[in-house]
């Protein structure tokens, strides 16, 4: 399997990217999971993040505390998607895991550095602030990691946050221009494939059907979730984005990009936060980023209602 660390601000969409995970123990070992500042507050990210495992029957695995606030700009969230506490949806216990009294940021530099070199992958689900941070404080990992998988950006697609910027990349564009720049292979899920895994009513169904504790949260995350997209923009449902990330470790056959460069507006106040995705092969500039543009949903969706029934 391979080996990752999840990098969260859970949100409802990222709860289903860990679920995935914890339900393919085939393909995926979880070493670790960091919350971050994104959706909600940290305080309520590393609360979703832990609810989350012990949903999965996984109170073991770790979850670490990271980065409270973007690198320079004050903290955007969104709860006006993901509810107030962030999972809005199904009334899940409160959990009686612990949180690891090691930093978030301190947890991801030790396992790079202990670890065989090239075997750990990074998946963020939020923004980069935690993996921006360890790799300006310990710039000997990057050249251990094996690769980012992360969800952010867009290029056709362009904004939800702001008419030119993805939230993730947009909440924290200096940490994003710090990871695209920092010479890591980068696989990005951005909003492009992401509007394609959209939760109909159907597929949303079919987790309620799987009739387990895991499948009717799940489908009551989506619920609450997909109401945004259904009632603003009047879509078919809601965007599954994070589990794109953990689909793609398993599946990448499922989905198909691009080798492109991407750099990070961080500037502008018009655009910061925009990925300018060159897409076309326009410029000169070194491709630094593999770019998924579309994906086979109903692939997608099969799988994660296949992986999620074990749980
Ligand atoms: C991203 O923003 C968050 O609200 C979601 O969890 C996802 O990671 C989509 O733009
Ligand atoms: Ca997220």
Known sequence: P??????????????VA??????????IEVLGITAVAGNVPLNLT???????????????????????????????TAEHVHGKTGLDGPDLPEPTMPVQAQHGVDFIIDT????????????????????????????????RVKRIVL?????????????????NIYVDPEAAAAVFASGVPITVLPLDVTHKALVTTARNEA???????????????????????????????APLH???????????????GREINVEIEVDSPLTRGMTVADWWGVTDRPANAFFIGDLDADGFFDLLTERLARL
């Open 46 to 76: 590393v609360l979703n993040a832990r609810k989350v495992c012990e949903l999965a029957g996984r109170p073991d695995v770790p979850v670490y505390a990271g980065c409270d606030r973007p690198l320079r700009k004050p903290l955007v």
């Open 112 to 143: 790079l550095r202990n670890e065989p070199e090239g075997t750990v992958t990074l998946c963020p689900l939020g923004p980069l602030t935690n993996i921006a941070t360890a790799f300006e404080r310990a710039p000997d990992i990057k050249s």
């Open 2 to 15: 391979q080996r990752i660390i999840i990098d969260t601000d859970p949100g409802q969409d990222d709860a």
């Open 151 to 167: 969800m952010g950006g867009a290029y056709f697609e362009v904004g939800n946050i702001t008419p030119a910027a993805e939230f």
């Open 207 to 237: 987790f309620r059907a799987l009739g387990t504790e895991v499948g009717i949260a799940v489908a009551e995350m989506t619920d609450f979730f997909e109401r945004f997209d259904r009632e603003k923009y009047g879509s078919d449902g």
């Open 242 to 256: 994070d589990p794109c990330v953990t689909a793609w470790l398993i599946r990448p056959d499922l989905f198909s």
């Open 18 to 27: 860990i679920l995935l995970a914890l339900a393919s123990p085939e393909d």
